[in-house]
Antibody, heavy 118, light 110 residues
Framework: QFQLQESGPGLVKPSETLSLTCAVS??????????WAWIRQPPGEGLEWIAN???????YYNPSLKSRLTISMDPSRNQFSLNVRSVTTADTAIYYC??????????WGQGTLVTVSS | QSALTQPASVSGSPGQSITISCTGT?????????VSWYQQHPGKAPKLMIF???YRPSGVSDRFSGSKSGNTASLTISGLQAADEADYYC??????????FGTGTKVTVL
């Protein structure tokens, strides 16, 4: 059974770096037709695409966030990660990891709430 | 990149049909057949309802259908049911090799 499980700090201080990890189980991360993604949703607001990564190392970032982001993956550990640098309260959101197949997201994690506050 | 434009809310009575629009540009919605639609109930992760403009994943009711004309994609829900009350989002691939979500539409079943 395929599963995605996000893990993160819950609370991050302004100006610090937010680090999230997504554990993948039940399928290979190195299938050519999969990308692995992060998406976020501020409380009460809409969805925002953050970044995608392919096992070949290709990465794709939201232009409005790109300067603060790093997405990476470790297929040997069945996980991929996201770092968001210099966070502000605007980065408070539910962060979802997801599997991208073709041009659509066919599987989502349950999401993890990250609050940026001092 | 700007979010795709969706109506904030759409409502209908049980059994009726409703259509949600998703308007972008020739660099995203209009340029590629890579629009997908997601349903999100409160407190839950989104669920894929339509991919590649008009294809339904296995297990999604045939009451949901998608289409596109020019720079506007549409999701139609026919035979509206109480369980369809949720938020709906479109997302499209862009010419910058990025993705952009729509602003989201709240569907209310009267």
């Amino acid at each position: 059974q395929f599963q995605l499980q996000e893990s993160g700090p819950g609370l991050v201080k302004p100006s610090e770096t937010l680090s999230l990890t997504c554990a993948v189980s039940g399928d290979s991360m190195t299938r050519d037709d999969y990308h692995w993604a992060w998406i976020r949703q501020p409380p009460g607001e809409g969805l925002e695409w953050i970044a995608n990564i392919h096992y070949t190392g290709a990465t794709y970032y939201n232009p409005s966030l790109k300067s603060r982001l790093t997405i990476s993956m470790d297929p040997s550990r069945n996980q991929f990660s996201l770092n968001v640098r210099s966070v502000t309260t605007a980065d408070t959101a539910i962060y979802y990891c997801a599997r991208w197949k073709g041009a659509s997201i066919d599987f989502w994690g349950q999401g993890t709430l990250v609050t940026v506050s001092s | 990149q700007s979010a795709l434009t969706q109506p904030a809310s759409v409502s209908g009575s049980p059994g009726q049909s409703i259509t949600i629009s998703c308007t972008g540009t020739s660099s995203d919605v209009g340029g590629y057949n890579s629009v997908s639609w997601y349903q999100q109930h409160p407190g839950k992760a989104p669920k894929l309802m339509i991919f590649d403009v008009s294809y339904r994943p296995s297990g999604v009711s045939d009451r949901f259908s998608g289409s596109k004309s020019g720079n506007t994609a549409s999701l139609t829900i026919s035979g509206l049911q109480a369980a369809d009350e949720a938020d709906y989002y479109c997302i499209a691939f862009t010419s910058s090799i990025t993705y952009v979500f729509g602003t989201g539409t709240k569907v209310t079943v009267l």
